[in-house]
C-alpha cells in the first residue's frame, strides 16, 4: 500500500497518525503540511489519520514573490 | 508644517516607512539577498513555499535564517497556485509557518505569461478574508475583477 508525498509514492504498511509518519519522514524544520488538499494546523497532527491512496505535501519557506 | 505620516504606506492599519515590497527570488547567493535588503530597507520581503523534496540538503533552513536576522515583515505569497483551492491551503499553510495574517494573492490562470485567473482569485480572496487573512490579491488592472476583489473584502490591491 502507498501514499502520496510530495508528489511522488511512499510506502504506508498500515494506516497510521499524520504525527506517527512525519516521525519516520523526519522533515526538517520549518515546515508546514497539507492532507488531501487541506491544511492541517500543527496541533492536528495527533488526530489525522493517514490512509492508503492520501496524499501529503509537506512544504518550506523558499525564495520568490 | 510637513505631516510626519507623509510618505507612509499603510497596509490593513499597519504603517511602513519603506513603500517597497522586496521579493527574495533569483538572488545568486544568500548574501547578496542580504546585502540587497540591507540597502533597499525595505517594507516587506515577499517568500514562496515549496515542497521539500526527501534527502534533499536544501531544507530552506538557510533562508529561513537569513529571514529571521533581517528581522523584516514577511509577506507570504501563493506563487504557482492554479486553483482557488491550492491558493488557500497555500495561504493557510504560509500562515502557520510565518505567523502573518497578511498573504500576497496568487491564482494563475496562464502558465507561460503568469495571467492570474480572475474567477479563482476573486473566490480564493472571498474565502480567505472570511478565514480572517489580510489579502493582498496579485491582479490585472481589470476594473471589474477590482471592483469584485475589493468588495471580497480586499483593502489592497497589486495590480
Redesign the interface.
Known sequence: MFLI????PHPLPEPLMLTELLHS?S????????HN???V??GAYDTCRISPGDRI????????? | MRNRNEGQMVLYGQKFCSRLLLGTARYDSPSLLADAIGAADPAMLTVSLRRQLAGSKDSGQCFWNLLRDTQRPILPNTAGCRTAREAIKTACMARELFQTDLIKLEVIGDELNLQPDPFGLVEAATELVKLGFKVLPYCTEDWVVCRRLMDAGCEVLMP
Open positions: 508525498v510530495n508528489g511522488k519522514l522533515p526538517m524544520a520549518p515546515f508546514a503540511v497539507a488538499e487541506e491544511f494546523p500543527r505535501d509537506i512544504v518550506f519557506p523558499t525564495a520568490g514573490g
